[in-house]
């Protein structure tokens, strides 16, 4: 069932928002401060393209700066990315089939306006990405 959800995401939705993802991580990556800004956009552009089999977790260990990143996400590319998401999940949820991707897109609202402190995971493993936090659970 994921993989047929996420075809039909690529074709409706998927490509456009990795495309706005990957456009916002290469102009951010012009200047050396932004490369991790830049980082984080072909992080989420990828998870944007192919979503369903993946959550977000926050980071444990993600502390002030990313609070300040965050601030900063959010002035330069976070605002314009999360309206791409509104857009999108508004026309998908106009029709009944494209409703399950309409939700889909706003639960990427989040992460697109915030993304520093949080990291993707596969839904089977929720703890994979931890190191040694999500050892033995």
């Not at 401060?33 to 993946?54: E, K, N, S």
């Not at 330069?76 to 991707?101: K, V």
Request: proline fraction near 7%; aromatic fraction near 12%.
């Amino acid at each position: 069932m994921k993989t047929i959800l996420n075809v039909i995401w690529l074709v409706l939705c998927g490509f456009w928002m990795f495309l706005a993802y990957m456009v916002a991580g290469l102009l951010l990556c012009i200047t050396i401060i932004g490369i991790p800004f830049g980082l984080a956009a072909f992080r989420i552009g990828v998870y944007a393209l192919w979503p369903f089999g993946h959550t977000v977790v926050d980071r444990p260990d993600a502390g002030a700066p990313s609070c300040v990143g965050n601030v900063l996400w959010l002035i330069l590319a976070g605002w314009w990315l999360a309206l791409g998401h509104i857009t999108t999940g508004i026309a998908l949820c106009i029709t009944i089939i494209g409703i399950p991707l309409g939700i889909a897109n706003f639960k990427l609202i989040p992460v697109s306006l915030l993304p520093l402190g949080k990291e993707i995971v596969p839904t089977d493993r929720p703890y994979a990405g931890y190191g040694a936090y999500g050892q033995g659970r």
